[in-house]
């Protein structure tokens, strides 16, 4: 039912700041709430922040809270992650994820997403 496909990633300096992009299709986005994962090598996927389907509540995990912003434009099938004060650890593999079922927990838990994108790749250099 949902499509999505991340951007934005790349390169940068500890200190400054990326904003990825999640582009959705399917009739029914504006129903799903939706997260970004990150996986570093070697390392479980983790949660990074989530927002509702009306996209007026965001939650993010405590190592990102205060420098990462989750946002969504529902009528552009967008979900964004502005990412600011970068750190080496925050180096990994970025992945958007909508809900398994329409108007769904905005949540934390991975198993509680059913549509994945491929990743964008997110290297701090220290």
């Known amino acids: 039912q949902v499509q999505l496909v991340e951007s934005g990633g790349g390169l940068v300096q500890a200190g400054g700041s990326l904003r990825l992009s999640c582009a959705a299709s399917g009739r029914t986005f504006c129903s799903y709430a939706m997260g970004w994962f990150r996986q570093a090598p070697g390392k479980e996927r983790e949660f990074v922040a989530a927002i509702t389907w009306s996209g007026g509540t965001g939650y993010y995990a405590d190592s990102v809270k205060g420098r990462f912003t989750i946002s969504r434009d529902n009528a552009k099938n967008m979900v964004y992650l502005q990412m600011n004060s970068l750190k080496s650890e925050d180096t990994a593999v970025y992945h958007c994820?909508?809900?398994?079922?329409?108007?769904?927990?905005?949540?934390?838990?991975?198993?509680?997403?059913?549509?994945w994108g491929q990743g964008t790749q997110v290297t701090v250099s220290s």
């Open positions: 994820a909508a809900g398994s079922r329409r108007y769904g927990t905005a949540s934390s838990n991975v198993d509680e997403y059913g549509y």
